[in-house]
């Protein structure tokens, strides 16, 4: 079983560009597709950003190119950098990763944008 873990949430600011962190475990993190989810009160879960194993990235068109994902293979280790935050990107944030088949998540971490 994969096993991951977000930290970096908290108050922020709006304008702000905090950094999210996930540290997953295993051997093979090297050939997981990394990504970000995120999921507000009353809304279904959407992916923010992914990062596959040959380090291609995709983002959702809601974040329009604000995010940046990436990986460090030595560490397993995977981030989130975040800028220019707004209201409207608060919610609890995902790290996921999909090996084998299956998809795997963490705990979340709660990003709230407010002043």
């Known amino acids: 079983q994969v096993q991951l873990v977000e930290s970096g949430g908290g108050l922020v600011q709006p304008g702000g560009s905090p950094r999210l962190s996930c540290a997953a475990s295993?051997?093979?993190?090297?050939?997981?597709?990394m990504g970000w989810y995120r999921q507000a009160p009353g809304k279904q879960r959407e992916l923010v950003v992914v990062i596959t194993s040959g380090g291609s990235t995709n983002s959702a068109d809601s974040v329009n190119g604000r995010f940046t994902i990436s990986r460090d293979n030595a560490k397993n280790m995977v981030y989130l950098q975040m800028n220019s935050l707004k209201p409207e990107d608060t919610a609890v944030y995902y790290c996921?990763?999909?090996?084998?088949?299956?998809?795997?998540w963490g705990q979340g971490t709660q990003v709230t944008v407010s002043s």
């Open positions: 996921n990763a999909e090996y084998g088949g299956r998809m795997f």
């Open positions: 295993g051997s093979s993190f090297s050939i997981y597709t």
